[in-house]
């Protein structure tokens, strides 16, 4: 049981190039999550879904996009990277059930904008 | 938008000493968890809290939720070098589909 996989690690992006971060988890959980941690800071919501074709914004959605065709996976697309985008992203998900919140994380991807 | 302000901001003691990590906000939430982030991995759960007045231990760390759910504290006693770590408090509100995250505080504890 791997729980919640992200790839890549590490990656610099030019200004105005894209990439999608991918998210997997093998938990069976229909809630899943993206976020971003600026330095030393909190997490903020970029966006979740609440089951397979189910996806909703959170707090700073700007700049970026998701899919969810599977319970599995829910990538995170930035189209035009810029500057503001350098962040460490972090995807969670939790089960349903009673609705505690609780959440499980991914080791986080380390992005650098250029 | 909900904010939820932790204080102090950075906290930096010796190993043995007692400290407590504030979590404020002016909205209630469903419950509110603690989670401990080490450097260059993702939040670790600690411990969710659900009733107001509700107070939590787990070996040396006592969490308390406020009455009217709208704040926690985290008390550390005698700190350990290995609780050094990012600790963030997070509330859950409605179905708890979403959390908030409050702004952290970065504990520092040295020999």
């Known amino acids: 049981n791997a729980g919640v996989t992200q790839t890549p690690k590490f990656r610099i992006l030019k200004i105005g190039q894209s990439m999608t971060l991918q998210c997997t988890q093998d938990m069976n959980h229909n809630y899943m999550y993206w976020y971003r941690q600026d330095p030393g800071m909190g997490l903020k919501l970029i966006y979740y879904?609440?089951?397979?074709?189910?996806?909703d914004k959170g707090e700073v959605p700007n700049g970026y996009n998701v899919s969810r065709s599977t319970t599995e996976d829910f990538p995170l697309r930035l189209e035009l990277a810029a500057p503001s985008q350098t962040s460490v992203y972090f995807c969670?998900?939790?089960?349903?059930?009673?609705?505690?919140?609780?959440?499980?994380f991914g080791p986080g991807t380390r992005l650098t904008v250029t | 938008t909900q904010l939820l302000e932790q204080s102090p901001q950075f906290l930096s003691i010796q190993e043995g000493e007692n400290l407590t990590v504030y979590c404020n906000s002016s909205?209630?939430?469903?419950?509110l968890q603690w989670y401990r982030q080490e450097p260059g991995e993702g939040p670790v759960l600690l411990v969710t809290v659900v009733t107001g007045g509700e107070v939590k231990k787990l070996k040396r760390l006592t969490f308390q939720f406020g009455d009217a759910r709208k704040d926690s504290s985290l008390h550390i006693t005698a700190a350990q070098t290995g609780d050094t770590g990012l600790y963030l408090c997070?509330?859950?509100?409605?179905?708890?589909?979403?959390?908030?995250f409050g702004t952290g505080t970065q504990l520092k504890v040295e020999l």
């Open positions: 969670a998900s939790r089960s349903d059930g009673w609705a505690r919140g609780e959440q499980y």
């Open positions: 997070a509330g859950a509100t409605g179905g708890g589909n979403k959390l908030t």
């Open positions: 909205s209630v939430f469903s419950s």
């Open positions: 879904s609440v089951g397979a074709g189910i996806t």
